[in-house]
């Protein structure tokens, strides 16, 4: 089993989309998924069209009350992709995780057991944009960490000091097993894509070849609560996120 997660703490910098259809992707090529949703917002379950109210047991469960993960996941109309969704109640337990010992390893508890029972073949992780304890419990479960990045100065600068809290999260672990992915990535803005490209270069190694392009129907996929396969006039976005999906895969080492 793989695990990846999507993280950023600028927000709307297309993780969540990208973990619906990645997870998607891989899902049709029969790799067994999981997306753990881990932040409190909660979009992935309505994004792929799953119900998810306040009281419904949700990934807090998990943090709080050490619920087994398999016992929270919902079942998504894509076959071999399930959710293990979040919910409002989520930011309360993040609140309460400040002043816990050992406050970065509680999904790792409940990891153990998804390892143990191999009915995954990958596990998704979509983090919050932040930089605390929910963020911390992402990076210290994944093998890989993707960090989609929008192609504007202020998300760059930003960029840098998330792969400090990357790297200080897991004590230097994740070597080069972390990877910048342009997302949102407008294709008629030649020249600041150039400056981007440019500002970039001391990253040159770790950015994705392929880019996520901002389409709208992406955006109306989403709105609609299924991925962009099968989506009406989803088909440029679709093959942009089979091309993606396969890099993935390379970068990734998922079978
Ligand atoms: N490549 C894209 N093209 C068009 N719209 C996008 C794209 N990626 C994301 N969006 C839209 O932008 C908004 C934020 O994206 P989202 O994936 O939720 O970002 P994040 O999870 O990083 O906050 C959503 O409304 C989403 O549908
Ligand atoms: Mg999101």
Request: aromatic share 6%; hydrophobic share 40%.
């Amino acid at each position: 089993m793989v695990t990846v997660c999507l993280a950023n703490h600028k927000g709307g910098t297309g993780k969540t989309s990208i973990c619906i259809n990645m997870g998607t992707y891989f899902a049709k090529k029969k790799v067994r998924t999981l997306i753990i949703d881990m932040d409190p917002q909660g979009h992935v379950a309505p994004g792929l069209g799953i119900d998810i109210a306040y009281n419904d047991r949700s990934i807090a469960d998990v943090l709080a009350n050490q619920e087994e993960i398999a016992a929270i996941v919902a079942n998504s109309s894509i076959k071999g992709l399930d959710v293990a969704p979040s919910n409002i109640r989520l930011s309360l337990v993040n609140e309460t995780l400040y002043n816990t010992f050992k406050r970065e390893r509680r999904l790792m508890k409940a990891m153990e057991k998804v390892y143990n029972d191999k009915t995954y073949d990958l596990v998704i992780i979509d983090c919050p944009p932040s930089l605390g304890p929910l963020v911390e419990n992402s990076l210290m479960v994944t093998d890989y960490c993707l960090i989609p990045c929008e192609p504007s100065s202020r998300s760059i600068d930003g960029l840098a000091d998330f792969i400090i809290k990357l790297k200080d999260v897991r004590d230097g672990e994740l070597d080069d097993r972390w990877h910048i992915i342009l997302s949102r990535v407008k294709k008629s803005a030649r020249l600041t894509n150039e400056v981007i490209d440019n500002k970039l270069s001391e990253y040159k190694n770790r950015i994705f070849k392929t880019k996520i392009y901002e389409r709208e129907t992406i955006n109306q996929a989403q709105i609609a609560g299924i991925p962009v396969f099968g989506f009406p006039r989803g088909q440029l976005a679709s093959e942009n996120f089979s091309k993606f999906g396969k890099e993935v895969a390379s970068r990734c080492q998922i079978k």
